[in-house]
């Protein structure tokens, strides 16, 4: 072979072993990339997952089947809504003339009409993350019946994952596990888990207990307003109530955590990889609030945006509807007192101007706080659904205890007796809503005739069932609302009909968080 043949195999080898190389290179690189241990990771994230300060590894997380390191689907919910149900007859009493009171129905109304004549945009993707634990199922199944099905997406932060009620397994390093006192170390696990798998698939998250009503719509076009946009491009967007109390030194204040507060990806990003690495990561404790609020200050100092409306009135809510509504009319005790507190706080060092009740309360509110799970259903069937139309036909639940809910329909004249479900006649066609006999004064559980037996579950006719009223059952005003009302035996099947709705008592007005036996109003440790 001549020196020249020799020369051009050796240079079409030297190629062969390029290309090669350069298509390993390439190859290898796309597989390592694609198949990394934990996928969620983005280059632009300094900490991997389980490389956070003082936060469990990944391995902790335990999944409804066993499985090591579990990851949720944070749209659960969307893939498989709840429908919203109807547990106890109070969610079907007159709008007004429940715990809401007349007057925080009227501001409940305001903030409904809000919302359906709103123009403004609300094209924002929010992550919904709630603490809770396995004893929570009450709250968050109102919670994924209600307003949770609206967010993109949703983390129940618990004590045992199941796929049954969405809860999913979260330790932390706390001392005290899921108790009370570790909800500073559980906020930074849930902060830390937020990070690490949904940080750059969302644009903002919400982080607030299972006893909160959320009110979407309004959150979204809040997060979606310049405001929002101009302070996230020069500050951290951390949004709440400044709350301030107590011996709090002058001009302190911090996220209100009954509320909840609400975090820009950039705000999230920020501080999970300053603040929650280096600031009181060993803390103990129920003020999760207090010590998020002072980290946090590592990133904007002692400011938090302005979360009120145009007018000045507040969107973000620490008590019930009715409290913010009646207050300081109708005193609420060490709560509304704190609220009033922190207002005055403001004015002072702020120069916001105290409001109360209607002037309190925005038409554009977010958040209200301390809530039951009948209570948060009330509140959706108050803002969203048509109670007349809602509860004609539904099926009570019902129990002989006086704090359960009814299990059937009422059921109409005790007169008739049926040998299946008793049904009332089809010549009745009422043709105006049914009222509560005026000579009912109910002392006792409603009773029917010995002779009544039904072998079925009674139902309403077909008949009634497709009536649709124009406006909700009254009731009358001796009627009491310790009791349920009795059918009267002296009902006759006269036109129009006379229907005696069976009312359970409302449940105990608890303001009791059902997760980590709730937060104390009472925060151990004062800022000074």
């Known amino acids: 072979m001549s020196m020249a043949s020799s020369r051009v195999l050796l240079a079409y080898y030297y190629y062969i072993v390029i290309i090669l190389l350069l ?13 990394s241990i934990e996928k969620f990771s983005k280059p ?77 945009i609300r094209d924002v993707k929010l992550f919904c993350a709630i603490y809770t634990y396995d004893g929570g199922v009450k709250n968050t199944n109102a919670i994924q019946e209600t307003w949770g099905k609206k967010c993109d997406g949703l983390l129940f932060a618990s004590s045992k994952s199941n796929k049954k009620t969405g809860h999913m397994h979260l330790p932390s390093n706390s001392n005290d596990g899921f108790g009370y006192e570790g909800m500073v170390q559980r906020t930074r696990t849930i902060l830390s888990y937020l990070y690490d798998y949904s940080l750059d698939d ?31 491009n020069e500050n951290y967007l951390i949004a709440g109530f400044w709350l301030h109390w107590g011996q709090m030194k002058e001009g302190y204040i911090y996220m209100g955590g009954g509320s909840g507060y609400t975090l820009s990806r950039k705000a999230l990003k920020a501080y999970v990889e300053g603040p929650l690495q280096t600031c009181s990561v060993f803390k103990e404790g129920s003020a999760e609030d207090v010590i998020f609020s002072d980290c946090a200050k590592e990133l904007n100092g002692n400011k938090f945006i302005d979360t ?27 709560s509304t007192g704190m ?72 059921t109409i004249s005790p007169t008739l007796t049926p040998t299946h479900a008793p049904t009332t006649s089809p010549s009745l066609t009422p043709t105006h809503p049914p009222t509560i006999s005026p000579n009912l004064t109910p002392t ?84 000074n």
């Open 339 to 410: 609220i009033k507190q922190a207002l005055e706080h403001l004015e002072r060092n702020f120069s916001f101007p105290v409001v109360y009740q209607d002037d309190y309360i925005s038409r554009s509110s977010v958040a209200f706080h301390k809530h039951s799970d009948v209570e948060l259903r009330r509140y959706e069937m108050l803002l969203y659904k048509n109670i007349t139309q809602e509860c004609l036909n539904v099926e009570m639940h019902s129990s002989t205890s006086p704090s359960s809910t009814p299990t059937h329909a009422p």
């Open 444 to 527: 006792h559980a409603p009773t029917t005739s010995p002779s009544l037996t039904p072998t079925h579950a009674p139902t309403i006719s077909p008949t009634l069932q497709n009536l649709r009223l124009t406006h909700p059952p009254t009731i009358s005003p001796t009627l009491k609302k310790t009791h349920p009302p009795t059918i009267s035996p002296t009902l006759k099947k006269t036109p129009p009909p006379i229907i005696s709705l069976t009312l359970t008592p409302p449940q105990s007005k608890s303001i009791s968080n059902s997760n980590t036996k709730v937060k104390s109003e009472k925060i151990e440790e004062i800022v």
């Open 23 to 35: 298509y390993y290179y390439f190859v290898f690189k796309s597989i390592d990339t694609s198949n």
């Open 308 to 334: 009120r409306d145009s007018v000045g009135a507040h969107r973000y809510h620490q008590l019930p509807v009715q409290r913010h509504a009646t207050f300081p009319h109708t005193d609420w005790g060490f």
């Open 202 to 232: 969302y644009d903002f998250f919400h982080i607030s207990g299972d006893d909160v009503y959320l009110i979407i719509e309004n959150l979204k076009e809040f997060l979606a307003s310049e405001k929002v946009k101009d302070w996230d």
């Open 44 to 120: 632009s994230k300094k900490i991997l997952p389980g490389n956070h300060f003082n936060i469990p590894n990944f391995t902790s997380r335990i999944g409804p089947n066993g499985e090591v390191g579990y990851v949720h689907d944070p749209q659960f919910l969307i893939k498989n809504p709840r429908e919203y149900e109807i547990t106890n007859n109070v969610l079907c009493l007159p709008p007004g003339e429940w715990d809401e009171l007349p007057e925080g129905y009227a501001a409940l109304t305001k903030i409904r009409n809000y919302m359906e004549t709103s123009k403004e």
